[in-house]
């Protein structure tokens, strides 16, 4: 079975510093998905970043980009010029590949907080 | 382009009665995912419909039922409800390249 750890809590930042985020995974397989998302207070879970266990170049989206590491079981996410509007709990996530028409189930770590302090 | 779409957003049940939640997929989206969050945790994966049948299912009694309709859409059923089926639960539909997309949530409070 797979599972994610999410070893931190929480975190704060000051705005517009940098912040990373810690995940690690154990599983067996060999194709799989990665993704970080985010759930501000609201509870809306939004996604923030996706890898391909297949692809070897870290996945970046604008201020937010990750450290994949295959070998370690290890997908951190690196948040550069935080913003007030990042405040919110952080989830990473796995996704066994299937292969097929239908898409694998997510399982969760149990999430860090971050806090962005003005 | 709408999102994913829940309803209804609040719900407030006392113990033994019977819920149903509802979810419209992103346009374009063919499979639709329910996960259950406590309060402070990470969503629980409880099941998985695709083409109007179930595909996985996570460990949940079956007090939960689900349903998919033909233009995608779907449903989860709660019976015998409990105290601790007390949660907020998304919903997530996706296609083919298998990025989950989830909807506001339904929060479910039961008295």
């Known amino acids: 079975a797979q599972t994610v750890t999410q070893s931190q809590p929480e975190m704060s930042v000051q705005e517009a510093e940098t912040v990373t985020l810690s995940c690690t995974y154990d599983?067996?397989?060999?194709?799989?998905?990665l993704f970080w998302y985010k759930q501000p207070p609201s509870r809306q879970m939004i996604l923030v970043i996706r890898?391909?266990?297949?692809?070897?170049q870290n996945a970046t989206e604008n201020r937010f980009s990750v450290n994949f590491q295959k070998a370690a079981k290890s997908f951190s996410l690196k948040i550069s010029d935080s913003q007030l509007g990042d405040t919110a709990m952080y989830f990473c996530?796995?996704?066994?590949?299937?292969?097929?028409?239908?898409?694998?189930?997510?399982?969760f770590g149990q999430g860090t907080t971050l806090q962005v302090k003005p | 382009d709408a999102g994913v779409t829940q309803s209804p957003t609040h719900l407030i049940k006392t113990r033994g009665q019977q819920v149903t939640l509802r979810c419209s997929p992103k346009?374009?989206?063919?499979?639709v995912s329910w996960y259950q969050q406590a309060l402070g945790q990470g969503p629980q994966f409880i099941f998985q419909?695709?083409?109007?049948?179930?595909?996985q299912r996570g460990n949940f009694p079956d007090r939960f039922s689900g349903h998919q309709f033909p233009n995608y859409s779907s449903e989860l059923n709660v019976n015998a409800l409990l105290l601790g089926d007390s949660a907020l639960y998304l919903c997530?539909?996706?296609?083919?390249?298998?990025?989950?997309?989830f909807g506001p949530g339904t929060r479910l409070l039961v008295l």
């Open positions: 890898q391909e266990a297949y692809k070897q």
């Open positions: 599983t067996s397989e060999n194709n799989y998905y």
């Open positions: 996530a796995f996704m066994r590949y299937h292969g097929s028409s239908n898409t694998g189930k997510l399982i």
């Open positions: 346009s374009g989206h063919d499979t």
């Open positions: 419909y695709y083409e109007e049948e179930e595909r």
């Open positions: 997530a539909s996706s296609s083919r390249r298998g990025t989950q997309y």
